[in-house]
């Protein structure tokens, strides 16, 4: 066996060691290499940029925890948008295991040990203010503040639960949940997962519908974005933004062709190109793990690059392109 | 403390799946059954949280106007079970004919106007303009000579020669591979990503080495 066939017969497992180690190493020593967002990502961010307080969006956590490495960080970001402009928010999920992951997200934005959370104000806690009439977003803050409630330092704002968010939770058949919720939310989602109706909530009183809607992002790691785009976009006209795996993604580039979405972040690179974004415009002080992890895919890639390369230098070199098998194990 | 366990539980695992890609073991396949059986489990006693109880059981029970009349679904569900009773297994076609029938009453006219439709119409666009830049109209160019290579090499109903089914079934294959190409490329960055999401997991909130 030559050197040639060696290469090609080289045991698999050292191809994994050597992508495992290109994939630790960065972690202790990044390289910081820009990440420039596309028109796809700015998309969604400009049309999130262009809604405010009296607007509403649904971020539907419409993955499992399989592809949440792809789909949490974009899902995360999209969120943290929507709570530093003050834009209610109703959280759903295509799966089961999604209202676990949307859970997880809005933990991790609420965490009062990170820097730049979002204080967390549950329904029963300023029930006081709802009963004094006040419904508009700038009158609640005004009247939390007012009762001696100050914004801890590291925190850059307040998520007042039933007004900044309603967490919808799961439902089987959501495709049919989309149809239904072009009629009447509340006709799918009596409650919240914490059982508070959703009748009672400032945030239904305006957007009672997917008509209401301003947009919706459906982080997908399968094909339920699809049913988005066919019972939303179509039925009614609500505007979609697809955030999608990054195996998923080129298949869905034709929504964007034809202007049935307003834009697509696919895979941890756009996870990475929202979080850059957000990062630029001070709705963060920090990165999120998309972009560390893009500086790691990075060298990942540069590996599997140079491996492709090598193998086929020595497909050619040893002539195996003339023989009908190789010797050895393959 | 719960937290602790769950995060050693879920560290655990992680390396026992990835163990197999050194060889299979007994980790790998503890980890590969409970996943299945946790996942079940955990789907079960949602959809009896979030539907069954708020949907079916709470109006029957507090007496409801009109809640008899979701005995008719529940019942209909219920006839999915009589598969697994040889005799009368026939009946569990029904729900399954009403959601085939209904599901498609539903979903056909509006995928049609998703999927095809709508595809059909961004197609249809003007190769050149006048004031257009001239990057778009190398865009439009390519993707409507690109679109019409692709189909002319699934048109099997002529033998793929000549000018037009010959050279436009062979761009049709260069188009498609380039298609495949961009997708495996995705694939690669993919399957990196899930890679690194667990390395930031075993590095970060398990063993508190990375921020």
């Not at chain 1, 607007?55 to 960080?73: K, W, Y």
């Not at chain 1, 100050?150 to 925190?155: G, I, V």
Request: some cysteine.
């Amino acid at each position: 066996m030559n050197i040639w066939e060696k290469m090609l017969n080289v045991d698999r497992r050292w191809i994994f060691l050597l992508i495992g180690i290109a994939c630790v190493v960065p972690f202790f020593n990044p390289l910081g290499l820009p990440i420039l967002p596309s028109a796809e990502v700015m998309g969604i961010y400009d049309h999130i940029e262009g809604l405010g307080p009296d607007n509403a969006i649904i971020v539907s956590f419409d993955f499992e925890p399989g592809t949440a490495a792809e789909n949490q960080p974009m899902s995360v970001a999209a969120l943290r948008h929507a709570f530093a402009r003050n834009i209610p928010v109703y959280v759903t999920s295509y799966w089961p295991l999604g209202q676990a992951m949307a859970a997880m997200a809005i933990s991790e934005l609420t965490d009062e040990s990170l820097e730049d959370y979002f204080k967390y104000v549950e329904w029963e806690d300023w029930a006081s203010i709802r009963d004094q009439g006040i419904v508009d977003r700038a009158g609640i803050e005004e009247a939390w503040t007012a009762e001696g409630n100050t914004l801890p330092e590291n925190a850059r704002g307040w998520v007042f639960e039933g007004r900044d968010i309603a967490f919808l939770g799961y439902l089987p058949y959501f495709h049919l949940v989309i149809l239904g919720m072009t009629s009447s939310i509340a006709s799918q989602f009596p409650t919240d997962v914490s059982g508070t109706p959703l009748e009672e909530m400032p945030i239904y009183q305006d957007h009672k519908s997917l008509r209401d809607i301003d947009l919706a992002v459906t982080s997908a790691g399968g094909s339920a974005c699809v049913s988005w785009i066919t019972y939303g976009r179509e039925k009614i006209g609500l505007p979609i933004a697809f955030g999608v795996t990054a195996v998923m993604a080129t298949d869905y580039y034709i929504f964007i062709q034809s202007g049935q979405i307003v834009g697509q972040m696919g895979g941890l690179r756009g996870a990475a190109e929202y979080e850059v974004l957000l990062k630029e415009n001070g709705y963060n002080k920090g990165y999120g793990k998309a972009f560390i992890g893009m500086d790691v895919q990075n060298i990942a890639h540069l590996l599997i690059i140079f491996l492709v390369v090598l193998g086929n230098i020595a497909f050619f070199a040893g002539g195996f392109h003339k023989k009908t098998k190789l010797k050895g194990r393959r | 403390m719960t937290e602790t366990i769950g995060l050693w539980v879920a560290a655990l695992f992680t390396i026992g799946i990835y163990s197999f890609l050194y060889k299979e073991n007994p980790l790998y396949r503890l980890a590969e059954h409970l996943v299945i059986g946790v996942s079940l489990g955990y789907n079960i006693a949602i959809t009896y949280t979030n539907v069954i109880q708020p949907k079916l059981l709470d109006p029957i029970s507090s007496g409801e106007q009109g809640a008899w009349l979701l005995l008719v679904p529940a019942i209909l569900g219920l006839l999915y079970i009589t598969r697994f009773f040889p005799g009368v297994g026939w009946l569990s076609r029904y729900p399954m004919a009403f959601l085939m029938g209904a599901g498609m009453g539903v979903g056909f006219p509006l995928s049609m106007k998703a999927q095809v439709l709508r595809q059909l119409e961004a197609s249809l666009i003007p190769l050149y303009e006048t004031g257009m830049a001239w990057d778009v109209v190398i865009g439009n160019v390519v993707m409507v000579l690109g679109t019409l290579a692709a189909l002319i090499y699934f048109f099997f109903s002529k033998p793929h020669k000549g000018l037009f089914f010959g050279t436009g079934s062979k761009i049709g294959i260069w188009v498609i591979m380039i298609g495949f190409g961009a997708t495996f490329g995705f694939t690669v960055m993919g399957r990196i990503s899930l890679l690194i999401g667990r390395i930031q997991f075993l590095l970060g909130d398990w063993l508190h080495i990375i921020e």
